[in-house]
């Protein structure tokens, strides 16, 4: 059997371009602290300063995989910072106290499926933004790439009705009103729940909308 190898490198445009670049396989996982060009769902940039950047390679991506590893890595998280509790804004970015601490990036590229992972780790790129140290931990950057591929790889075996629950318990939209863009229409709403298919439930004054999650996004702030 194959070993499988993580690769850091000290610079790069995203992981997810270096794990095609350097034909990372199944298994294998990319790391920089340096990250030049990251992006984040829908293209929005994830700016990396005093980050982590990891891609993890898997062979594909089941549908409940995006709240799979959204779950598990804020529960890894949370171990690191136990007096607060990390979130899940749906789809899959962990925030703590209204602020973004982590997002994750799952695509399907040259028949691999890459999962991309930023936390924010020494500092905070952005006031809208935490770090772990921040939150009061200590953390090694590289104890928390380990600690991320770690996750990935654990979601990936995670059954749905398991991913489904763990992540209920972290989700902070249920309840709120919420602005979505999906496709090329902007619908608020009040936020339900998430349906079997992991679609986001909105009520909104024309009746009870379905929005996938990858066609569609919160633009509120939380």
Known sequence: MRESRVLF??????TQDAAIEHDLQVGDACVSFNQTDGRGRRGNE??????????VVLEKATPHLPIAVAATLAAQLNNLIT?????????????VEGKKLAGVLIEQREGRCLVGVGVNVLASPLPTAASLSQLGSEPDKC???DLVVSSVLDAAHLDENTAVTQWRKRDILVGTTQTVQSGDN??????LSIDPCHNLVLQTDHGIF????????IITAC
């Open 143 to 145: 104890g928390i790439a």
């Open 9 to 14: 490198l000290d610079e790069v445009t995203s």
């Open 83 to 95: 007096k607060h509790h990390i979130g899940i804004k749906w789809p899959n970015d962990l925030y």
């Open 210 to 217: 379905e929005l996938p999650a990858a066609t569609s996004a």
């Open 46 to 55: 994830w700016k990396s300063d005093g980050g982590v950047a990891v891609t």
């Open 186 to 191: 902007t619908i608020e709403g009040l936020v």
